[in-house]
């Protein structure tokens, strides 16, 4: 069995954590967020008991070093282009449901939203919106699988890995309006999947 390993990413939002396997051909684990501005090491410890913490001043492996690059761009509010290939690796262990709703999640680009109901309907099960909002709270890459793009029907931004101030700052930084504590939709860039990604 490979190691995890762990090295945390600062950012304006506090430690961001990137869990992965092996050295030289590493495969993304886990990415924790902070909450209230504080890391999860003590929850990444009990979720993963071998963690151990990657050597500062050792180089990261390549593929986690272009993680970290993404992290700080979305973290900084650019645009990037999602690795689908390492995410759909990094996601094998997930039940099938689950997969298929975080690759579809991660479809939804910079600057727009989607509403639980739309991500339902969107992976061809509109009465799942309840298994869509449980499936992203399990989202094991948060950020690259940009869970914080879903809102609830009415605006409301519902629950969230880092809480729901972290959400409305990420999606501020993408230029998504605000009325209030919820999302103005009658404003906002709203996505619709793709006939192609419904007929799956």
């Given amino acids: 069995m490979n190691t995890t390993f762990c090295t945390s990413l600062s950012s304006s939002f506090g430690d961001v954590l990137i869990l992965w396997e092996g050295q030289d051909t590493?495969?993304?684990?886990?990415i924790y967020l902070p909450q209230n501005g504080a890391g999860h090491l003590e929850q990444a410890r009990t979720d993963f008991p071998d963690l151990k913490l990657w050597e500062k001043g050792t180089a990261l492996p390549s593929a986690i070093e272009?993680?970290?690059e993404l992290l700080r761009a979305i973290l900084a509010g650019h645009p990037v282009e999602?690795?689908?290939?390492?995410?759909?690796?990094?996601l094998g262990h997930l039940g099938n449901f689950q997969q298929k709703i975080l690759m579809l999640n991660a479809t939804i680009p910079f600057g727009h939203i989607c509403?639980?109901?739309?991500?339902?309907?969107?992976?061809?099960?509109?009465?799942?919106?309840?298994?869509v909002a449980h499936a992203l709270a399990q989202n094991p890459l948060p950020l690259l699988i940009p869970c914080h793009r879903v809102v609830g029907s009415n605006g409301n931004l519902t629950g969230y890995q880092g809480g729901t101030s972290l959400k409305r700052r990420l999606l501020e930084l993408e230029g998504i309006p605000f009325s209030s504590s919820a999302v103005e939709l009658k404003r906002a860039k709203l996505w619709v999947f793709p006939l192609a990604d419904i007929k799956r």
Wanted: overall charge positive.
């Fill in 26 to 30: 590493a495969r993304l684990r886990r």
């Fill in 66 to 68: 272009s993680v970290a």
């Fill in 82 to 90: 999602l690795p689908l290939s390492l995410l759909r690796q990094s």
């Fill in 115 to 131: 509403t639980y109901r739309e991500l339902a309907k969107g992976s061809g099960n509109p009465q799942a919106s309840r298994a």
